[in-house]
């Protein structure tokens, strides 16, 4: 599966923005946005599985933001809400081919096929 990100930019804290990833098929399991920010290990932000079941959403992101897929474009698009400073990463869109157990569905370590990430810088 191929992998194309888009929907970075800069905002200011408070802001919005709706990250998208489009992939070139449904060959994939799980699907999910990650993020890594300039000294830190990627880390999963959420995902969710080709039916756009079995969702994560990480503490940092939860009630914040939202992940939908969208069957008919192959899309996958990550809502993004009351941005923070600390929301400032490079994010990426990855696919798994096969189920994992629960606790790992949004563990980037399991996720083999990556798109070339977005950068979001929130500032002001």
């Known amino acids: 599966v191929q992998l194309q990100a888009s929907g970075g930019g800069l905002v200011q804290p408070g802001g919005s923005l709706t990250l998208s990833c489009t992939t070139s098929?449904?060959?994939?399991?799980?699907i999910g946005w990650f993020r890594q920010a300039p000294g830190k290990e990627r880390e999963g932000v959420s995902c969710?599985?080709?039916?756009?079941?079995?969702?994560y959403t990480s503490d940092s992101a939860r009630g914040r933001f939202t992940i939908s897929r969208d069957s008919g474009k192959n899309t996958v698009s990550l809502q993004m809400n009351n941005l923070k400073p600390e929301d400032t990463a490079i994010y990426y869109c990855?696919?798994?081919?096969?189920?994992?157990?629960?606790?790992?569905?949004?563990?980037?370590?399991?996720?083999?096929?990556w798109g070339q990430g977005t950068l979001v810088t929130v500032s002001s």
């Open positions: 098929g449904f060959n994939y399991y799980h």
């Open positions: 990855a696919t798994r081919a096969n189920r994992v157990i629960s606790s790992r569905r949004c563990d980037p370590s399991v996720y083999g096929s």
């Open positions: 969710i599985n080709y039916r756009g079941h079995e969702a």
